[in-house]
Every structure is written in C-alpha cells, then in structure tokens.
C-alpha cells in the first residue's frame, strides 16, 4: 500500500480532515517556512488527533536546528517521527531519538546510482532506528513545499530497492502516474492541496482517494 503523508498542517480542523481522509501521517512544520508553527499549536493539533480512534502518524519537520533542540520538541509535542529536510548528514541524524525521515534534494546532476550510495550510507550508519529517505526537489532558496517535482524516473530504481517516500510538484491530477512509474512506499504532499496558500479539504480528501485508486494492481 502507498502510503500518504499530508504535509505543511497549521490548523486543528485540517488534521482532523487528514484523519478522517485516512492520511498515513500529517507534517507539522517548525522550520522557517510559511507554514510554520509553533510547539504550543503543534501541542493542540497533535492533543486532537491523540483523541481519534484511527490517528495519522505525526511528523515533525525540521531544517538544520540543533539535534537537542529536535530531540526537545519531538519529547514535548509527543511526536512519533522527526523530518531531517535541511543540509544535515547521516551522522547527525545518530543523535536523533525518534525514527527519523531524511531528506534527498534530488537535482539535475543526481543519478539513481548515488542517490542509492546516499540511501545505503544512512542504512549503515547505525542509527537508533532505521530510517526512511524522502526524495524532493532540490531548490537554491527552498527546502522543501516547492510544488515543483523532479524526474521522476531517477525514482523508480530506487524504490525497487528502498522505501522512499516521493514528494514535489504532486497534486490529485498526477499522482496516480507517479505510482504507476515509480511504486514509492509513499507520497507526499503540501502545496498540491492547498488553495490560496491554505489546505484545501476536498483537494486532501481528492488526492487520498487517487492515490488508492491509483495503486489498484501495484505490488
């Protein structure tokens, strides 16, 4: 099954659209971005959704802040899985306590081979858990909720061998065509369901659903 990360949620009524939408996990951002929030907000979003029967799992996403500074949070809002998405290396993510997801800022100049020696270094690196990378498009003045995406056939050949989750540029009207060629462990998503700069409940609800319509027949 692919699975389905919404990312970029500020608002409690959002998270529990991602809930209610079956969402794999929801993205709560604390790096410098426009969705950006707080630990006090994070604390009420993440407090709502620990009442619901069936939870998204919550992922905080950080860019280049201090691993006691992560690991402080990540204890404070109770989060499940912390998001590397900055310039940080493997063997920062060692001092990280949670499962971590690292970030891959795939260029022009990547290959499939050395993002796989990227992926295989961070598996031999003895982390407390094992990690999962997330392939996004690299940007000068951005790390991550671009809406852009990258080639997507350096990521076929990847997700044969890892599980990767795929984000940038996706929305509902291509997504299924992602799974087709790549068949990613998961998908995520931001810019592509909002409208307005705001998340959009039927572009969430929209985007869920193509996605498992979308992976019907893939193994």
Not at 43 to 62: A, E, M, T, Y
Not at 107 to 115: D, E, L, Q, V, Y
Not at 174 to 189: E, F, H, Q, Y
């Amino acid at each position: 099954m692919t699975r389905v990360k919404i990312c970029g949620i500020t608002r409690i009524k959002d998270a529990i659209a991602c809930a209610d939408a079956r969402a794999d996990f929801i993205g709560l951002v604390f790096a410098p971005s426009r969705r950006r929030i707080d630990v006090e907000t994070a604390s009420q979003i993440i407090h709502k959704i620990n009442k619901l029967d069936k939870r998204p799992v919550i992922v905080g996403v950080f860019v280049n802040a201090p691993a006691t500074s992560v690991n402080r949070i990540a204890t404070y809002c109770r989060l499940d899985y912390v998001q590397i998405s900055g310039d940080e290396n493997w063997d920062y993510c060692k001092d990280i306590e949670l499962p971590v997801i690292k970030v891959i800022h795939i260029t022009g100049a990547h290959t499939s081979k050395n993002i796989l020696c990227e992926i295989e270094t961070g598996y031999k690196s003895r982390l407390k858990h094992k990690p999962v990378c997330l392939l996004d498009t690299g940007a000068l003045d951005s790390y991550g909720g671009t809406g852009q995406a990258f080639d997507w056939s350096l990521a076929g050949e990847v997700a044969s061998r890892y599980p990767v989750i795929i984000a940038g540029g996706l929305t509902a009207e291509n997504v299924s065509r992602l799974i087709k060629t790549a068949r990613p462990w998961g998908v995520d998503v931001s810019t592509g369901v909002e409208t307005n700069s705001r998340k959009d409940i039927n572009k969430i609800i929209s985007f869920i659903k193509t996605v498992r319509m979308g992976q019907e027949g893939v193994i």
